[in-house]
């Protein structure tokens, strides 16, 4: 049998690009990207530092993922006044939730991108896994990290190192899920008569009162790094929630994506006469578009629905070039549901280093899934099942 090697890289430029690459196929959040987010992160001092693990057998690099380490607050699902409350109890003494996390997956990300080396059959994947899954361990050991973790798994990811994770004593985190919208659809006017009539006349309504909004699609944002940056951060603190440390981009991620990902980065801007009233970053694939992140100048923003607007011009961006899926990710989901998409379940595997406090953490985690506190998802599960895929 193949023997497998696990290793840790402090920077992911320690692995070559075509091999991490190869094990992650036709991924805009690729080698180049990941390195993007991390030097902007060295460079600002801002936001999460990322390496990486990483498998070799004789043949190569058999397995990759990107790593990161936080100092994560068990409260940090909570939201709105329950998160109040939580600060108000332990904000004097964080230490008494504040865990140290060594975490595969990444805070720009919202999936594990855990990939395997084609040449891998099943059984080779399960192995390398394993020889990962130890790497780990062994990592987690050294640094003194409390929490062995997995950050965002999809479906196909969990299936495959699920059962492993619960032999090793893994337990299960509700993450929040990824929305996404199938895009079978030969134009604009067959994706609209898929939706319901109310949708399809609001939609409509609100794109008749935008006709002052010109959109511009780029991959270059030379002289624009600066405002982009802005709108993005006052839509972060206009949204409510707040998830610390996991959802803060350094300075710079923007230009710095754009330069490493070229044309896979498309920026779509919404310019009102000379304003730039805001911006979508798109991370485009040849079977996927992944509308990562959404920045708007208020209350400009809303006097001309850019958010229907936005919605709309990812729609038939996809449809002119015949990619069936908009990936949109995991705010907004009342808007997205109601536009179409569906829910993609994400989870968080865990463990504890001490027996003890897993089994209590095990028990306790239902009550601290991430989907519970969202506001979005608590008001749709009182009135519905949640669409899931």
Same mark, same amino acid.
């Given at each position: 049998m193949?023997?497998f090697?696990?290793h840790?890289?402090t920077d ?5 690009p075509c091999?991490?690459?190869t094990c992650?196929q036709?991924?805009?959040e690729?080698?180049g990207y990941?390195r993007?987010c991390?030097e902007?992160a060295?460079?600002?001092g801002?936001g999460l ?6 498998v070799?057998?004789?043949?190569g ?10 100092d994560?607050?068990l ?22 939730v504040?865990l140290?996390?060594?975490c595969?997956?990444?805070p720009? !990300?919202?999936?594990?991108?855990l990939?395997f080396?084609?040449? /891998?059959?099943?059984? =080779?994947r399960?192995? #390398?896994?394993?020889a *990962?899954l130890?790497s780990?361990?062994?990592q987690a050991a050294?640094e003194?990290?409390?929490l062995v ?7 196909a990811e969990?299936?495959l190192t699920?059962p492993m994770l619960?032999h ?5 985190l509700g993450?929040?899920p ?10 604009e ?5 898929s939706?319901s ?11 008749a009162?935008a006709?002052a909004?010109?959109?511009?699609h ?5 002289g ?5 940056g802005?709108?993005y951060e006052?839509t972060?603190r206009q949204?409510g929630?707040?998830?610390g ?7 710079g991620?923007?230009?710095a994506v !754009?330069?490493?990902l ?6 779509? /801007?919404?310019?009102i =006469?000379e304003?730039l #009233?805001a911006?979508? *970053? ?6 996927r578009?992944?509308?990562k992140?959404l920045g708007?100048r208020?209350?400009l923003?809303r ?6 607007v936005s919605w709309?011009a990812?729609?038939r961006?996809?449809?002119?070039r015949?990619?069936?899926l ?6 907004a989901?009342?808007s997205?549901?109601r536009?179409?998409?569906r ?5 968080i595997r ?17 009550l601290?899934?991430f989907a519970?506190?969202d506001?979005d998802?608590?008001?749709?599960a009182?009135t519905?099942?949640e669409?899931?895929?």
């Amino acid at each position: 049998m193949t023997a497998f090697t696990g290793h840790i890289a402090t920077d992911i430029a320690e692995i070559q690009p075509c091999a991490w690459d190869t094990c992650l196929q036709g991924e805009a959040e690729c080698h180049g990207y990941y390195r993007a987010c991390d030097e902007a992160a060295a460079r600002s001092g801002v936001g999460l530092r990322c390496g990486a693990v990483f498998v070799e057998d004789s043949e190569g690099t058999a397995a990759v993922a990107p790593l990161f380490r936080l100092d994560y607050r068990l409260d940090t699902p909570l939201q709105g006044r329950l998160r109040q409350a939580a600060d108000a109890v332990f904000g004097r003494f964080p230490g008494l939730v504040t865990l140290k996390v060594i975490c595969v997956g990444s805070p720009y !990300a919202e999936r594990c991108h855990l990939g395997f080396a084609p040449r /891998l059959d099943a059984a =080779g994947r399960a192995e #390398a896994a394993r020889a *990962l899954l130890g790497s780990l361990e062994r990592q987690a050991a050294a640094e003194g990290a409390h929490l062995v973790a997995f950050k965002d798994l999809a479906p196909a990811e969990d299936a495959l190192t699920a059962p492993m994770l619960g032999h090793a004593g893994f337990a299960a985190l509700g993450s929040l899920p990824v929305a996404t919208l199938d895009l079978p659809f030969p134009d604009e006017a067959a994706y609209l008569a898929s939706l319901s009539a109310s949708t399809r006349k609001d939609i409509r309504r609100k794109l008749a009162k935008a006709k002052a909004v010109r959109i511009e699609h780029r991959s270059d944002i030379s002289g624009l790094e600066e405002v982009i940056g802005d709108l993005y951060e006052s839509t972060r603190r206009q949204s409510g929630l707040d998830y610390g440390d996991l959802e803060v981009l350094p300075p710079g991620y923007f230009p710095a994506v !754009a330069r490493a990902l070229g044309e896979r980065a498309v920026f779509a /801007l919404y310019w009102i =006469g000379e304003d730039l #009233a805001a911006f979508n *970053l798109l991370l485009v694939e040849p079977g996927r578009v992944i509308d990562k992140f959404l920045g708007m100048r208020y209350p400009l923003a809303r006097e001309h629905n850019l958010y229907a607007v936005s919605w709309m011009a990812n729609v038939r961006f996809c449809i002119a070039r015949s990619i069936p899926l908009l990936q949109s990710g995991q705010t907004a989901y009342a808007s997205k549901l109601r536009f179409g998409s569906r829910l993609v379940p994400s989870v968080i595997r865990f463990r504890h280093r001490s027996a003890p406090l897993q089994w209590l953490l095990g028990r306790i985690s239902p009550l601290l899934s991430f989907a519970r506190f969202d506001p979005d998802l608590a008001a749709l599960a009182k009135t519905k099942p949640e669409k899931a895929a």
